[in-house]
């Protein structure tokens, strides 16, 4: 007997739509779970008082500015990096054992768990290089880890940018970093920006490479030498130490919905782009 | 005068940004430098084959085997790829073969979310949800493989959609075509033409979230049960490689943290051999 390809077709249809809407309904019962659970804990006082007692009662205030902190000073050394690499491989050179052990070594950065970076940050930065369990540790291990992102999505941006418009600028007379500078980089900046708004999530949601390097400390930090707790820390050792479902619930509501948003972001203004070009 | 100074500025501009490219390959070299450095003198000391097949990690009493962990690690990875591997590659099918425009549109995004979420979310719901779930309903602490392989499933979703899902629609339009041309029902078409066409990007995919898996760290802490024993049943509690360090580095001192940093060695290995699978599928499809 023959099954009719035709009902096997509607069959598998019917399977694979479930599948991808079951998967979209893992993310939708997590959000709403944080949501509900969360909600009544986390107010606008949550968010700007102290935590006292471990945490127990009281608010993140520390853990919101040291996740800034940590989010601002990584950005800032990652971004020109970043560019700078994406830079350098399109427009400064050409296809060359060279670019693609660069780019071998972009990749394997990406590939590399967050407990390595925190391993290395620890015995690197914290260690060898005496800063201790600081800010200024937790940045620089968080430059390295976000870099890869920064690269390849600069690189996606810099590539999409037509190449009639560096024609013309070389023609007007731009010298190379001219062009780079004033045609590229502007009509890049929306893929660039995508890249870093989806590194800014990444570091407010990772804890394994900013627990040991960054330190936990609940005190608010006031110099780069300071250690200081990030909010998906604060929720790590609020949820692992059992000191209060109802403060981590809240913490979480904070981080997931402030992760979501930079995502949802980052993906309008990509979308944005690609649009722009096709 | 002032040409000669353009091409300077040329050259030293040309320098730095040459600079910044060289420091992803620095950092490298230092990541993998320092792991080494720390982590191979307990290698020599005590010898290879007491570490990677030790069954013991004492480390106060000098005994650092690590084989629970590596085997633990290996199959909570083959449990996450069991679980998320079917469920993500029917997520990619459906997007790149039969989602509509409007479909896709909410679909895409949404199933990117997902990559989103913090890690520690993941296992802070699994301890809340599933670990009780099997606890009441299937036996044990909770705190097992089983609970460990569904975190991580979910985890590694995001990595296998996105790569076959561009595996698949890097596949051309034409094949596709003279499939259906030749009367073969959407399903036809995709099954025999589509995805034998996209099998090394699908199967690049399962390798990196394998990789995802493998170096996953505060979930798997929180889920697992942190047991040093080789699991025998789905319902035992494991630590693995990952856990082993994150549970023990703000403590350890002397010998002990070499000894996690000789676990770190183990895992960097596992994680360099599992990209490189990745990449060398992906470049056998691109020479083809």
């Given amino acids: 007997m023959r099954i009719n390809p035709r009902l096997i077709d509607k069959l598998v249809s019917r399977t694979l739509s479930m599948q991808a809407y079951f998967t979209v309904g893992i993310l939708v019962i997590i959000v709403f779970i944080i949501f509900v659970k969360g909600i009544s804990n986390c107010g606008l006082s949550f968010m700007l008082t102290y935590p006292e007692d471990m945490g127990r009662h009281g608010g993140i205030f520390p ?40 780019r071998f070594g972009v990749e394997s ?19 060898k290089l005496g800063m201790g369990w600081s800010l200024l540790a937790g940045a620089f291990t968080m430059t390295i880890m ?40 502007p009509s890049a900046a929306p893929g660039i920006l995508t890249g870093i708004m989806l590194s800014i999530g990444r570091a407010v949601g990772e804890t394994a490479a900013v627990i040991f390097t960054m330190g936990s400390s609940l005190r608010l930090p006031t110099s780069l030498m300071d250690s200081g707790r990030t909010m998906a820390v604060h929720f790590y050792i609020l949820a692992r130490e059992g000191i209060s479902m109802e403060k981590a619930y809240a913490t979480a509501l904070v981080l997931v919905v402030s992760i979501l948003a930079i995502n949802i972001l980052a993906y309008y203004t990509m979308n944005k782009v690609t649009s722009k070009y096709s | 005068m002032s040409p000669s100074k353009a091409v300077l500025k040329e050259r030293i501009i040309k320098q730095i940004l040459t600079a910044c ?58 449990g996450a790829l069991f679980i998320g591997a079917p469920l993500g590659l029917g997520c990619a099918i459906y997007l790149a073969e039969y989602a509509g425009r409007q479909q896709k549109l909410f679909l895409k995004p949404a199933l990117e979310l997902l990559a989103g979420i913090p890690s520690v979310v993941y296992g802070f719901l699994g301890v809340i ?19 460990t392989s569904i975190v991580l499933g979910i985890m590694i979703l995001p990595t296998i959609i996105s790569i076959s899902y561009d595996a698949l629609t890097s596949v051309p339009r034409s094949y596709r075509e003279g499939a259906l041309a030749m009367g073969s029902t959407q399903w036809q078409s995709t099954s025999r033409v589509v995805i034998p066409a996209a099998k090394s990007g699908i199967l690049a ?27 025998t ?55 083809k």
């Fill in chain 2, 129 to 147: 949800y599933i670990v009780p779930f099997i606890r009441q309903f299937i036996g044990g602490s909770g705190f097992s493989l089983l609970a």
């Fill in chain 1, 146 to 185: 976000i870099l890869p992102t920064i690269i390849r999505t600069s690189e996606e941006a810099i590539k999409a940018v037509p190449k009639n418009l560096r024609i013309v600028s070389h023609s007007l007379g731009a010298t190379k970093w001219e062009t780079t500078v004033k045609v590229v980089l």
């Fill in chain 1, 63 to 102: 853990a919101i500015i040291g996740t800034l902190f940590l989010v601002a000073l990584s950005i800032l050394f990652a971004t020109p990096l970043g560019i700078g690499t994406a830079i350098y491989l399109t427009e400064y050179t050409k296809e060359s054992r060279f670019t693609s052990i660069i």
């Fill in chain 2, 205 to 231: 995919s399962c390798i990196l979230g394998m990789g995802r898996a493998v170096g996953e760290t505060m979930a798997v802490i929180m889920v697992a049960g942190n047991a040093l024993k080789i699991p």
């Fill in chain 2, 233 to 287: 049943d789905m319902l035992d509690p494991l630590r693995t490689l990952t856990s082993n360090i994150a549970l023990e580095l703000s403590y350890a001192s002397g010998d002990h943290r070499m000894g996690l940093f000789s676990t770190g060695v183990v895992l960097l290995s596992i994680i360099m051999v599992l990209n490189y699978l990745a990449n060398f599928v992906i470049r056998r499809t691109v020479i």
């Fill in chain 1, 109 to 127: 950065l990406a590939g590399i768990p967050s407990i390595i970076y925190g391993l290395f940050g620890f015995i690197f930065f914290v260690i």
């Fill in chain 2, 21 to 78: 490219a060289f420091s992803s390959l620095l950092f490298l070299f230092l990541i993998f430098a320092f792991i080494l450095v720390e982590g191979l003198p307990l290698f020599y000391k005590v010898g290879v084959k007491n570490i990677v097949f030790g069954m013991k990690w004492a480390p106060t009493k000098g005994l650092f085997g690590i084989f629970p962990m590596i085997v633990s690690s290996f199959l909570v990875t083959f």
